[in-house]
């Protein structure tokens, strides 16, 4: 492995910075092409997710997160269960979302399709949104003027930008770094900046664009503290957590899968009630409502954009 060699090897200065940035958005890209197909009626939600993970490991260092599938009003943060029996239903709105990374350099990225001829629109607002916002990342672009352009664009197609979410700035292990792309206008005049990696992601919707969280999340994260814990299990869960998942965020499903029902529940309590373990809730509109997604990585060249998904 690259990581491997001397520091002082000549090999290294002239290796690409971008390299597993690049592959990572490969990987990524892969994946989603593996599960575009699979949206249909009648396809079972965690076998979809099985097929996108399954190959983000075996071509990546791992994921950046849990692949995702949301249906309909839901717009983020769904993943299975273990033993999940959710599947894709004639006419449903169905958002694939997932992330890959090369020795913590990530892709992130994401698409709709709409298995009903109504919300092609939706599904184009978002396309569109994502594709104009990509065109105007470079350098010394004002990232409010971006997102005002986002919500322009939405909301001229009859929809609703999803004000609580937004595009983000990646960094190697860090998945939401400081800046962010919001699907909105703003005040706050940040710079984008060569050399800096970003998710573009929009989320148009039929409702009000005001998100909920659901009571019962599916994916945890670990926060770089440590606390003292009194069961065996959270030892147990925090040992496989930091070594498989470091900094990264996890369904519950893969835990479930190494550990006993009881034990798992009890690991997930403590940590929370500790503050070591952030919840990343499923985020929903109203019922009956839609939302469309769309993602691309890219990266800040000197003065304009790569895109690596």
């Known amino acids: 492995m690259a990581?491997?060699?001397?520091?002082?090897?000549?090999?290294?200065?002239s290796e690409d910075p971008w390299e597993k940035w690049r592959r990572?958005?490969?990987?990524?890209?892969?994946?989603?092409d593996l599960a575009r197909p699979m949206v249909e009626p009648g396809t079972k939600v965690i076998d979809l997710i099985d097929i996108v993970e399954n190959h983000i490991r075996e071509h990546s260092s791992g994921t950046s997160f849990p692949c995702n599938v949301s249906l309909?009003?839901?717009?983020?943060?769904y993943t299975s269960r273990i033993n999940d029996e959710t599947v894709i239903e004639e006419g449903d709105l169905v958002t694939v979302d997932c992330g890959s990374h090369v020795d913590g350099c990530i892709a992130d990225t994401a698409f709709t399709i709409a298995l009903n001829p109504d919300h092609e629109a939706l599904v184009k607002a978002s396309v569109d949104s994502t594709n104009m916002a990509i065109k105007m990342m470079r350098p010394g672009a004002k990232l409010n003027t971006i997102g005002a352009l986002i919500e322009d664009t939405i909301t001229s197609a009859g929809f609703q930008p999803v004000k609580q979410l937004s595009g983000h700035q990646l960094n190697e292990y860090e998945l939401h770094s400081d800046k962010q792309v919001p699907c909105v206008s703003g005040k706050s005049e940040v710079l984008v900046?060569?050399?800096?990696?970003y998710a573009i992601e929009t989320f148009a919707s039929t409702g009000s664009g005001n998100i909920t969280d659901l009571p019962r999340p599916l994916i945890y994260q670990l926060l770089p503290i440590r606390v003292p814990v009194r069961f065996k299990g959270t030892r147990q869960f925090l040992g496989i957590a930091r070594?498989?998942?470091?900094e990264f965020p996890?369904?519950?499903?893969?835990?479930?899968?190494?550990?006993?029902?009881?034990s798992l529940k009890m690991?997930?309590?403590?940590?929370?009630?500790?503050?070591?373990?952030?919840?990343?809730?499923?985020?929903a509109e109203e019922k009956g409502e839609f939302v469309s997604q769309h993602e691309h990585t890219i990266i800040i060249t000197e003065k304009s954009r790569e895109q690596t998904t």
């Open 3 to 13: 990581d491997d060699k001397p520091v002082d090897n000549p090999e290294d200065e």
């Open 24 to 32: 990572a958005g490969v990987v990524a890209r892969e994946a989603l």
């Open 72 to 77: 309909n009003n839901v717009a983020a943060h």
């Open 193 to 197: 900046e060569e050399g800096e990696v």
């Open 243 to 246: 070594k498989e998942y470091k």
């Open 250 to 262: 996890f369904a519950e499903r893969w835990m479930a899968e190494r550990m006993n029902h009881g």
């Open 267 to 283: 690991a997930i309590n403590e940590l929370k009630k500790n503050g070591a373990l952030f919840p990343h809730h499923v985020l």
